[in-house]
């Protein structure tokens, strides 16, 4: 049996930014996923927003969070080299109505020790962004509230943490969890039984599914499903900052922003249901994100739609975010309920998780040869033209563009398979390196990539997936 | 017995109606032209295609050699030819045009490469 | 950088590239250069294995592949000489140069006197015509799975549902069934065949394919591979019944929903784009808006055949060596081509007068299908130019030759009107 300190379930971005802050220390983890890819559920489907907080419910735990995390991206960003920009949110009144709202959201944001948000008129937020319906009536603007490349930050998390000695095992499901009076004892998986002190069941939409192991279902995961629309980066109507309606009691809206790569992306709906694996877009879903961001930028144009996709937030009954440790539970650590927040507080929560574990009375030293720092993967397409010369004489590969739409080179995708915790999948590719994330949705470079993957994994293309197992992209030869 | 048939000779595509009985044309209607009056006889008696698919090349794994009939095959020996194909492998170096199967499932037809390939 | 210099700088060696380059040299340009970024010239025409390419021009029926092969053989001969494996990353028209990258010279600079665009076209995917639901392997667009199948021996499903009707789904459906699959059907917006009629008849009712005409899919399901579609009749407005919705069950879905001309490169450079087409603006030199660039084929609108890409594509090579070799010919006046009734649009956009007059092809679709019509070309209040045609349709391109002497008003107007 193997043998750890603490195994972390879920390597989405909480999980992964528990894993990496752990490693910091000497102590033993193992992350355990059932995906294939780390960041594989809800931390590859949301709106890639870094937030501030200033909308949180004052002096809950999500609040505190949010709020100290915020500040922390600009070095980290640095530090794993993750994509992000300090955009700005603008929150603009179309009504009276709306309007008068304005200052009890200023007021909130103070609450929440968010101490920047700006009023402007109408004017000052056409000049922002011309773009914007031209009946604003005035609004506030939230600087700190920025964008990010989600699937990186975690890539980044578990890059950062796997070098520094966390391991991970993925396409494993967690079976049960064994306790022995009254503290966790180990942890069965689909790939074995791990012998551990610690479990921290960051399982996001499975985590009540994780505490029912330990009788801790106190509460259930109710997915909310959250529509979006990607545009291409040459679409007609753009915006710069990140537009959000003025909630209401009902909602936060849908949105429009800027992703850090230069698309726009348009939503999300907000809608509960049953299942937590039913990720399929709906014609309703599909219309109500165009009805509503058209009352916001009236010229959003979605017939240049690049894709469209849905994410699952995890959220919770009762309601808010949730962190669970247990007196006649040793070694158990529940977060629940962490919902679209969950990207951004990430990086707050790893620091509390571990903060808390050791108020609780575990001793954790710190390591002498914590790397700090990881490299991405160097993007071929924004390179100058010298450095581009110099990349392909190193490496020739970075010579064969292979998706035209974003400018890939199979050097990247090299680089995206073979690093640590490497992509094993079409869609591990994408969210590394963007071939196949462009105006053409890898109809071009989706048969390279899989000839690619087929030739560097060593396995028949019939073995490669598009992400999970079963989930094939080819079914066999023309001619055996 | 009769047969409704759209012309594909030209992209007018008129839409022909054929009568007759056991393989004999008893009338033509609708028809524009007489390559399309012999269209319509040849679909109505023995439609004929030409056919075009892929054979597995000795040297290469991932790559396939496209092939065509060399002249059209009647529509019903499309699938027993098929069989054939589908079992056979070309070695290069090939031309454009050299033969990979000689008279096909008896058809007097040949099935030829349409690409050089070293 | 490595450094190369030509006469004519060719972007792209498929069809349309490989008769530019051919005319280019035939017209005397001295060092013409194809630029291409697969393995092969050949381009699209090399997983277009089947046939019925070639009646126009060689009046017999050829594949893809013998289309395209004996182009590559002229070009050869001629000594058009061309990089492959080289992807070009940026088009300066005020220089006339183009930089590409390439494995083994590294970042390469042409110079050129004067540039052809043929860098062909794309496929439109499932996102740009908006079909909900989840998002599985299985899904691709027609043109992948053709590639996949014909030039990667790889089989892409075993039980497909076809999306559009275009030629390229139709031509997959057939493909797909001789290779062993079951294709459930073929599904399409619109209350006609969006391909040619052909291609029905021999790939579709030959195999006993159903087709649904004002249909469309209304939701993919499957969480890791395609488990099957929603299907559902359409109304006038072409919006989806869903109370008719039912379920079809398949393992692969592909889109064939239209090409779009792809023109990142020419969007970069500046060059003036058409609103309709999403190609170049060009005249009947196939000139674009910046005088040294030249662009032809699907590039600059997409084309039914072929054939007419491989002529046009002979205009821009001549015209581009002309402009290179300083014989390009002086304009006197400009006159701009005006799409009428049932026009969607019109190609070249608008004409160079000069002293002598010319005979100058204008190609153009319909909006609509249409019966005993007749085109007619006005300019000045004169037809003059006119031809019967038993039928149109929005799938094949029309075409009428007009005389530039008879243009007056600096302007030309094409319509398509009944009969009587």
Redesign the interface.
Known sequence: MQKTDVVVIGAGAVGCAIARELSKYCVDVIVVDKNEDVGGDASKSNSAIIHTGYDATPGSLESQLVVAANPMYEQLAKDLDVPFKKVGAILPAMTDEQFEKLPEIKEKAFKNHVYDVEFKTGKELLEMEPNLNPQVKGGLVIPRESIIDPFILVQAYAENAYANGVKFMLNTKVTDIKTENGAIKSVVTTNGEIQTRYVINSAALYCDEIAAMVGKADYKVVARKGEFYILDKNTSCKVDHIVLPIPTKVTKGKLMCPTIHGNMLVGPTAEEQESKIDKSTTYNGLESIATDVRNLVPNVNLKDTITQYSGLRPNRNPEGLHFDMYDDLKGYVNLSGVRSTGLTLSVAMGKYVVQQIIMHGEKLKLKENFIPTRKGIVKFSEQSREEQERLIKENPLYGNVVCRCETITEGEIMDAIHRPLGAKSVDGVKRRVRAGMGRCQGGFCGPKVIEILSRELKVDPKEITKHNQGSNMVVGKTRD | MEKLI?C?VC???CHMTVKGDNGVVESVENY?CPRGLEYAKTEFVAPV??L?????IDEK????L?V?SNKPIL?SK?EDC?QVI?TTKASLPIK?YDVIIKNVCDTGVDIVA???LK | MYNLKCDVAIVGGGPAGLAAAISAKRQGAEKVLIIERDNSLGGILQQCIHPGFGLTRFKEELTGPEYYGRFVDEANELGVEYLLNSMVLEVNDKENTIICANSELGLTQINAKSIVLAMGCRERTRANIVVPGTRPAGLYTAGSAQRLINRQNVMVGKKVVILGSGDIGMIMARRMTLEGAKVVMVVELMDCLAGLTRNRVQCLDDFGIPLKLAHTITKIEGHQRVTGVRVAPVDQNKKPILEKEQLVECDTVLFSVGLIPENELSKKAGIKINPVTNGPQVNQYMQTSSPSVFACGNVVHVNDLVDNVSKESEQAGKYAALYAMGKFPQATGMAKCITGENVRYLCPHEIQLCDESQKVTLYFRVLRPDQNVKLVAVSGGEIIASKKEFRVSPGEMCSLAVETSKIANGEVTVSVVKEG
Do not use: A
């Open positions: 759209i594909t992209p007018r595509g524009s295609r030409i075009t698919t892929l054979v597995k794994e991932n790559e396939l496209p065509r529509k499309i098929m589908k454009r349409t690409k050089d």
